[in-house]
């Protein structure tokens, strides 16, 4: 199985910039696919943005040229580099991993860290 945990967020003035970090743990060496979804207060939990085994990454257009996803050479900790944060991205968000065990693919969400951005 593998674990999540994230940190990063908080309260961050209009315009600031913010990171998340989500570390896995456990069986680490199957991970495919890791990525972050945030939900606000009333919403549907979305994506915000992914990244592959391969590197590849695809945003949220909402976030497109103002967050941006990456991961350690470890492919164990996966970071969302947020910037010209705005309102509207107050959130909940969550770390979120697919991994392989025996054949199978499962998927893991982390707690969630809360990001507040005021105006």
């Known amino acids: 199985q593998v674990q999540l945990v994230e940190s990063g967020g908080g309260l961050v003035q209009a315009g600031g910039s913010a990171r998340l970090s989500c570390v896995a743990s456990?069986?680490?060496?199957?991970?495919?696919?890791m990525g972050w979804y945030r939900q606000a207060p009333g919403n549907q939990r979305e994506l915000v943005a992914l990244?592959?085994?391969?590197?590849?990454?695809n945003y949220a257009d909402s976030v497109k040229g103002r967050f941006s996803i990456s991961r350690d050479n470890t492919k164990t900790t996966v970071y969302l580099q947020m910037s010209s944060l705005k309102p509207e991205d107050t959130a909940v968000y969550y770390c979120n991993v697919d991994y392989t065990m025996s054949l199978r693919v499962y998927n893991v969400w982390g707690q969630g860290t809360q990001v507040t951005v005021s105006s």
């Open positions: 456990g069986r680490v060496f199957s991970i495919n696919r």
């Open positions: 990244i592959t085994s391969g590197g590849a990454t």
